[in-house]
């Protein structure tokens, strides 16, 4: 491969994790960053996964073959016009945001459409920053591209190559049809949870015994209210048509069940459980994407003392990460009273094989 240099404005969590896969990929490409936070920006020095750091946009970024921007969506536009002055015509500008739309429209007043391809990586974490990148953060997720109508063929397929060597699975898309995609089956779930929580809240007892028994399905389908609320505001801000317009056919969803719960229509209930489960359960298993999977299990074990121990020397001494391990209190939903959550699949895998040959009982969730 010819040697390649790369720029990144912004290096957090997604722009540090696609420095790292491509240093990984070709320890010859030469990574030049730049980011507000200075702490990261010699990490990433001293890492040496960036080769060049710089205190502002500047003439630094002139002999870049590729320019990631990887800030918050709501910096973009400044960047945009920062680095604008410094690319060479023959440099190809991406960005890594969850809404395409907007990052769009500003290279069209810009005038940047002939060296543009948005990008997507549909992977995260619930930790934020540099400090917490990690190449493999993007192994097995699809990488969406959104490319100009006037983007050249050959950069798109060399741009699709890249991301391949990444360890992504590239995937060319129209960025409308991005938009509409992401908003129905990441922002939507989003604000859904946020809103289930908040009604927990206010419709719960003085006691707060719905927080204290809120277990299984109910931490299941919430946990990704725990996102940044900053990030969220500002995705629910730029993708605001799709976001609104799924969230009206989910209301009005919600309103045919609850005609359908208070008619006390049997067929049309289970219909709705039976066909949700089979669709459900036909999803693909892939180890990233942009509602994150969690690695876990629960496992039956005695009510003794020493059992919770034993299984976790059991572990350490094969060499196991775990991620957490705790006792479900509240059995609703579940099955095997404790929780062991692990890093990676490979590492879930391995723990499953060495319980269930010490003949525990395994109940392995999708």
Wanted: proline letters at 2%.
């Amino acid at each position: 491969m010819s040697e390649l240099t790369c720029g990144f404005i912004g290096l957090g969590l997604i722009g540090g994790s696609i420095a790292r896969a491509l240093k990984e990929y070709n320890e010859n490409i030469k990574i030049i960053a730049y980011d507000i936070n200075t702490d990261s920006l010699k990490q990433a020095q001293k890492d040496r996964v960036a080769d060049v750091i710089t205190d502002s946009i500047d003439d630094h970024f002139s002999t870049c073959d590729y320019i990631f921007l990887c800030a918050p969506v709501q910096k973009n536009d400044d960047n945009l016009n920062a680095v604008k002055k410094f690319m060479s015509p023959s440099c190809l500008l991406t960005d890594v945001g969850s809404v395409k739309s907007t990052i769009h429209e500003a290279i069209h007043e810009a005038g940047l459409e002939h060296c543009f391809i948005g990008g997507h990586p549909m992977a995260g974490s619930e930790r934020t920053g540099y400090i917490n990148s990690k190449a493999s953060l993007l192994e097995n997720a699809y990488y969406i591209l959104t490319p100009t109508e006037s983007v050249p063929g050959n950069r798109l397929e060399e741009y699709r190559e890249l991301v391949t060597h990444m360890n992504a699975i590239p995937l060319i898309l129209d960025y409308r049809k991005h938009d509409y995609v992401t908003a129905a089956i990441s922002h939507l779930p989003h604000v859904i949870a946020a809103s289930l929580v908040n009604l927990v809240k206010d419709s719960d007892y003085e006691d707060g015994i719905m927080k204290l028994i809120a277990a299984g399905g109910f931490k299941d389908i919430t946990r990704i209210a725990s996102s940044s609320a900053v990030m969220w505001q500002q995705i629910c801000l730029t993708n605001t048509e799709n976001i609104s317009t799924l969230l009206q056919r989910y209301i009005d969803s919600l309103c045919s069940i609850k005609a359908k719960l208070d008619s006390s229509n049997a067929e049309a209930l289970y219909e709705l459980f039976d066909s949700a489960h089979i669709y459900r359960d036909s999803f693909i298993d892939a180890s990233s994407g942009p509602i994150k999977r969690s690695y876990r299990f629960n496992v039956d074990i005695d009510d003794k003392t020493g059992a919770l121990a034993h299984i976790a020397t059991l572990l350490a001494e094969h060499d196991i990460s775990i991620k957490n391990i705790g006792i479900t209190h509240n059995r609703e939903s579940e099955d095997g009273v404790l929780r062991i959550e692990f890093p990676d699949e490979a590492s879930l895998q391995k723990a499953s094989d060495i319980l269930k040959s010490m003949n525990y009982e395994i109940h392995q969730k999708n």
